[in-house]
């Protein structure tokens, strides 16, 4: 990385961490709220593909488990949409389950094609991230 750039990124990250309010040092406005947003949408299919990984559940299951996780706030709204998606690229399964009280709950399930796909998209986000984590300062995961 050339000196200008180092020192560009340097005086940039430490006006960050001077900032008030978000702990890790970043000011909330409307600039980040929106790169957030794309950075949810943009990587949203990679994490239910994740949250599917260990275990069979039901929508709003996964919805609880998402936004269990800091950093991430998803709807039901865009969950539900992207799993009919990924059922019809043949990534996802469903499952009808009968329960004794209630209604019966639609169980979703990784087939071998979303475990492929997952783990490909995972390679991407690991080359991804360390690419930005040299950029950041140098280092690399």
């Not at 957030?36 to 488990?65: F, H, N, P, W």
């Amino acid at each position: 990385m050339s000196s200008f750039l180092r020192e560009s990124s340097d005086s940039f990250l430490k006006e960050s961490r001077d900032t008030e309010g978000d702990p890790r040092g970043v000011k909330d406005d409307d600039g980040d709220k929106k790169f957030r947003s794309q950075l949810l949408k943009g990587s949203l299919e990679l994490a239910v593909l994740l949250v599917l990984c260990t275990k069979d559940r039901y929508g709003l299951e996964i919805v609880e488990v998402l936004n269990a996780t800091e950093g991430m706030r998803v709807s039901e709204g865009s969950i539900y949409p992207l799993l009919n998606r990924l059922r019809k690229e043949q990534k996802l399964e469903s499952r009808w389950v009968e329960r004794d009280k209630g209604h019966a709950l639609k169980y979703y399930s990784l087939t071998p094609t979303g475990r492929r796909a997952c783990r490909a998209m995972w390679g991407v986000w690991e080359a991804y991230t360390a690419a930005v984590a040299q950029l950041e300062g140098g280092r690399t995961r």
